[in-house]
Nanobody
Framework: QVQLVESGGGTVQAGGSLRLSCAASERTFGTYAVGWFRQAPGKEREFVAAVSRSGDSTYYEDSVKGRFTIFREDAKNTVSLEMNSLKPEDTAVYYC????????????????????WGQGTQVTVSS
């Protein structure tokens, strides 16, 4: 029943940066594993990045390694995705997902492993 709201999307030129934020409706967000996914027109939803409940473990899809950083700010009930060196191929609707977990360092990469989803935010990278 936790509500997730993404923000920070927009249109940028190739090589630019954006920071996406996922804000949760309740303070128990610190007990959830969180992931970011994206979906481009005509394509399947794909995994982008994930962070563990503790914030100490992260995992990235190969194409964004070294460019994107996922981190959490538990005092603000948020998880953010810092995106640098953006490419036109990054254009998609980006979704935040979360699920309650017991293991502090568990990272989840499958969309079917998540119970709660935001409505998405559009990221467009122009060439």
């Amino acid at each position: 029943q936790v509500q997730l709201v993404e923000s920070g999307g927009g249109t940028v030129q190739a090589g630019g940066s954006l920071r996406l934020s996922c804000a949760a409706s309740e303070r128990t967000f610190g007990t959830y594993a969180v992931g970011w996914f994206r979906q481009a027109p005509g394509k399947e939803r794909e995994f982008v990045a994930a962070v563990s409940r503790s914030g100490d473990s992260t995992y990235y899809e190969d194409s964004v390694k070294g460019r994107f950083t996922i981190f959490r700010e538990d005092a603000k009930n948020t998880v953010s995705l810092e995106m640098n060196s953006l490419k036109p191929e990054d254009t998609a609707v980006y979704y935040c997902a979360a699920t309650a977990v017991l293991l502090r360092n568990r990272v989840l990469t499958g969309d079917r492993e998540y119970d709660y989803w935001g409505q998405g935010t559009q990221v467009t990278v122009s060439s």
